[in-house]
């Protein structure tokens, strides 16, 4: 429940800053890995949307959603993660094509499994970070590189972090 009230408080805020100029959507394949207590890592994929908005020359305000999924886990039928987060994203060019970024923000994961038919899930939220690059296509579009640190703390699965690829257009 708290995961969907944040990403409809995330839209809002989005739809709300689209009457700036420089706004986008960025569409990309999401590779994640959750660590657990048993020291293995699991590696589901999914996608990921980010829209965004330009705050001036070196600043954009991001909100991205994604899920990722894994049916390939020994002794788990299905393990899944649903995320929503809003970040400052700061801007340093790498000559006239392609610019590094850093971001950080708050994100709100939900973690779920199946075994044997029963379902588990885990809420958790906080401090999110990342960076990444981006490189010029077209005059609308980019393509577009990074690493997340989604979650970092105790719990079943104590870190979740996930590289995405994919492409950003301009609107």
Same mark, same amino acid.
Request: proline share 1%; charged share 15%.
């Given at each position: 429940m708290k995961l !969907?009230? @944040?990403?409809? &408080?995330? @839209?809002? &805020?989005?739809?709300?800053?689209?009457?700036q100029a420089d706004e986008y959507i960025a569409i990309e394949g999401i590779a994640g890995t959750l660590d657990n207590p048993s020291n293995t890592e699991i590696d589901p994929a999914g996608l990921r949307l980010r829209l965004g908005t330009r705050i001036d020359e070196t600043f954009? @305000?991001?909100?991205?959603?994604?899920? @990722?999924?894994?049916?390939?886990?020994?002794?788990?039928d299905k393990l899944g993660a649903a995320f929503a987060g809003?970040?400052?994203?700061?801007?340093?060019?790498?000559?006239?094509n392609s610019a590094l970024f850093a971001l950080g923000g708050l &994100?709100?994961?939900e973690l779920t499994q199946t075994v044997n038919d029963q379902?588990?899930?885990?809420? !958790?939220?906080?401090?999110?970070?990342?960076f990444g690059l981006e490189t010029k296509l077209t005059e609308n579009a980019d393509l577009t590189a990074d690493y997340m640190r989604y979650i970092a703390d105790d719990g079943l699965f104590e870190?979740?972090?996930?590289?995405?690829?994919?492409?950003?257009l301009y609107f």
């Open positions: !969907r009230h @944040l990403c409809s &408080t995330l @839209l809002l &805020t989005v739809v709300a800053g689209l009457a954009d @305000l991001e909100v991205q959603f994604g899920f @990722l999924g894994d049916d390939t886990i020994d002794n788990v809003a970040y400052l994203k700061g801007y340093l060019p790498i000559g006239y &994100t709100a994961v379902k588990f899930s885990d809420s !958790r939220s906080g401090f999110s970070y990342g870190h979740f972090s996930a590289v995405s690829f994919g492409i950003k």
